[in-house]
């Protein structure tokens, strides 16, 4: 049974910080895809970022481009984001996603998905 479990989420001021963690167990992690995706209050979950299984690609919504780093290290499993400069916009449940491959793609859906982790972001 595949489990992905966020951690990290917090209540932050605009302009800050925070780091999420994605832990990951039940299948072969280095072997896939991950990925973060978000929703806001209101609105559709949306990609934020995604990260080849190796570590050597990366992919970023424009929204958060420059502010926002995925970053995942097999021996533990565990997929990270930091966020930086961080903007009320930027409020949201955060969810990790495990793919279907090697490398990400906006075309297949992710096989797996966690429970999400809240940041609020004030302004």
């Known amino acids: 049974q595949v489990q992905l479990v966020e951690s990290g989420g917090g209540l932050v001021q605009a302009g800050g910080s925070l780091r999420l963690s994605c832990a990951a167990s039940?299948?072969?992690?280095?072997?896939?895809?991950m990925g973060w995706f978000r929703q806001a209050p209101g609105k559709e979950r949306e990609f934020v970022a995604a990260?080849?299984?190796?570590?050597?690609?990366?992919y970023y919504s424009d929204s958060v481009k420059g502010r926002f780093t995925i970053s995942r290290d097999n021996a533990k499993s565990t997929v990270y984001l930091q966020m930086n400069s961080l903007k009320p916009e930027d409020t949201a449940v955060y969810y990790c996603?495990?793919?279907?491959?090697?490398?990400?793609?906006?075309?297949?859906?992710?096989?797996?998905w966690g429970t999400g982790t809240l940041v609020t972001v004030s302004s």
């Open positions: 990260i080849s299984w190796r570590g050597g690609t990366t």
């Open positions: 996603a495990s793919g279907s491959g090697k490398f990400y793609s906006a075309t297949s859906p992710m096989d797996y």
């Open positions: 039940g299948r072969t992690f280095s072997s896939y895809a």
